[in-house]
């Protein structure tokens, strides 16, 4: 077997060629089997108010995108927001002043902005509908 530099030189360039033609090919792959955010997100009915929430002043749901939390305030007005981190998707816990992430140690106020450890952004906000007393979520 011959070592010379244009051997050489001829088997970088096989390399690369093969590179070119892989690397494309995954990233085509990996766009068309990665979960585009949004993109099945529709109205999930959840029942009435009084179903949802009872005599408390939030619920917790359990929707196809994950866990929310469900808040009303004194005016009716319903918010929701979803329980899953913005830092790498591990279900926060409800905590007084606000939520705990138990996977790295990220911690959100009441409103769901970051306070503390790795995540960045805040817990998603939910759109909230009530239709005559009938309440459905975007998830
Ligand atoms: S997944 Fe929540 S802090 Fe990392």
Redesign the pocket.
Known sequence: MENTPSSRRALLLRVLAMGAAVIPTMWAAAQYLAPRKGASRRLRPLGSIGDVFGSSMTAIVTLPSGTAMLRRNDEGVVTALSLT?S????T?VVRDGGFD?P????RFDTEGRPIA???KQPLERLEVRIDNDFLSVRA
């Open positions: 981190c830092h790498a998707g591990c926060v992430c996977c790295h140690g990220g450890g790795p995540p």
